[in-house]
């Protein structure tokens, strides 16, 4: 499964610094960055279970980035 966010990363060290985080507490997960995307995009995809999307949003604000899930 796959989950969107829109996010104001605006960086590539920034987008690195997000995603160590995200694989530390989700190693199961496989998460990437669009940068050059308006929108700024970064993707969540896991094997066969839902995206916890709640629980991505709530590790990325905790580093003062805004964050929310595009619909589907």
Known sequence: MVEIFKTNVNNKR???KVLKILHATLPAYIFNFD?????RILR???????VES?????EVERL?????ALPD
């Open 64 to 68: 003062s980035i805004e964050i929310i």
């Open 44 to 50: 969540a995809q896991t094997e066969g279970t839902p």
């Open 35 to 39: 940068l050059e995307d308006c929108d």
């Open 14 to 16: 920034l987008a690195e």
């Open 54 to 58: 709640s629980r991505i949003i709530r």
